[in-house]
């Protein structure tokens, strides 16, 4: 069974800094690319980065570009968010999701469905100005 946990969520001002992390069992962690969304209270959910299963290349929303950095260590069946930067209009619910196909490749972040693969509870985080 897999099981997708993240954590790391939390309140901060507009400025500050969070990581999430999200750790998964019961699936090849190396041979899957890894992602993270967000769903805002009236908005869609969106995608937000996308890491290969060796971390070598990663994609992210235009809206996150150059504030937050996707990871990951899979020696420890861990990703990581890093978000810097933060401003009132990131607060969401954030979603970590393994993706349900080996090595599958993505060129834009707008090509991760809802059928991506296996998601977590969520962990939410709230910005405030």
């Known amino acids: 069974q897999v099981q997708v946990v993240e954590s790391g969520g939390g309140s901060v001002q507009a400025g500050g800094s969070l990581r999430l992390s999200c750790t998964v069992s019961?699936?090849?962690?190396?041979?899957?690319?890894m992602a993270w969304f967000r769903h805002a209270p009236g908005k869609e959910r969106e995608g937000v980065s996308w890491?290969?299963?060796?971390?070598?290349?990663?994609i992210s929303a235009d809206s996150v570009k150059g504030r937050f950095t996707i990871s990951r260590d899979n020696a420890k069946n861990t990703m990581y968010l890093q978000m810097t930067s933060l401003k009132p209009e990131d607060t969401a619910m954030y979603y970590c999701?393994?993706?349900?196909?080996?090595?599958?490749?993505?060129?834009?972040?707008?090509?991760?469905?809802?059928?991506?693969?296996?998601w977590g509870q969520g962990t939410e985080v709230t910005v405030s100005s």
């Open positions: 019961g699936l090849p962690f190396g041979d899957r690319g």
């Open positions: 890491i290969s299963w060796r971390g070598g290349r990663t």
């Open positions: 999701a393994a993706d349900k196909k080996y090595r599958r490749f993505f060129t834009s972040i707008t090509d991760m469905r809802a059928d991506f693969g296996y």
